[in-house]
């Protein structure tokens, strides 16, 4: 059974948009405020404001397509075998392999996480993934190039060893059971 931690709500409840409606709200509000004493530096935060929209848009839009692949192509019972909580050294070791291999924008796999979470992903196993991300392949011929073999073989096992370490403390210290890794 899963123990739920501190400030940890139930997958159970659904959430509010009252939340996200209300804090547009406030925002809106500080900025006509704000606009009442200065309005020059209240247009250029806006026109930063929307410049930065513009670019987070795509990702955003990527992140939805990423998500709906998700719910589409990965069924729950394979995220429970495969990376939920009985799945021991395999969980781990897809948790490590998938974070030194992806690529891209770190919050754009927040969501794609969050939904294998939702699935029956190991909340160590997310924090695996998230730590592992500093392992790349791809820039170890750079690597080695620069400060030679055994600097990079070191560092890449302390790397691996340390996301696991981080995964299983995460998972105490946010309070859900931890099953031994088999």
Same mark, same amino acid.
């Given at each position: ?61 990527? +992140? ?43 919050? +754009? ?25 500093? +392992? ?47």
């Amino acid at each position: 059974m899963k123990k739920l931690g501190f400030n940890q709500q139930s997958s159970d409840k659904k959430e509010s948009v009252f939340g996200a409606y209300l804090f547009l709200l406030i925002v809106v509000m500080i900025y006509f405020v704000v606009f009442l004493f200065d309005s020059s530096r209240t247009l250029v935060a806006l026109q930063f404001s929307s410049g930065m929209l513009k670019k987070l848009l795509p990702v955003l839009g990527l +992140v939805s397509c990423f998500v709906f692949l998700n719910n589409l192509l990965v069924k729950p019972s394979w995220v429970k075998h495969h990376v939920g909580h009985e799945s021991g050294w395999k969980g781990v070791s897809i948790a490590i392999i998938g974070g030194a291999l992806s690529m891209g924008p770190i919050y +754009v796999w927040y969501g794609v996480l969050q939904e294998f979470q939702q699935k029956g992903m190991r909340t160590s196993l997310i924090a695996s993934f998230l730590y592992a991300r500093s +392992v790349k392949p791809q820039l170890l011929p750079l690597m080695i190039y620069y400060f030679g073999w055994l600097y990079a073989l070191v560092l890449v096992f302390y790397l691996i060893i340390f996301s696991v370490f981080n995964g299983v403390l995460t998972e105490r210290f946010m309070g859900v059971t931890v099953n031994k890794i088999k």
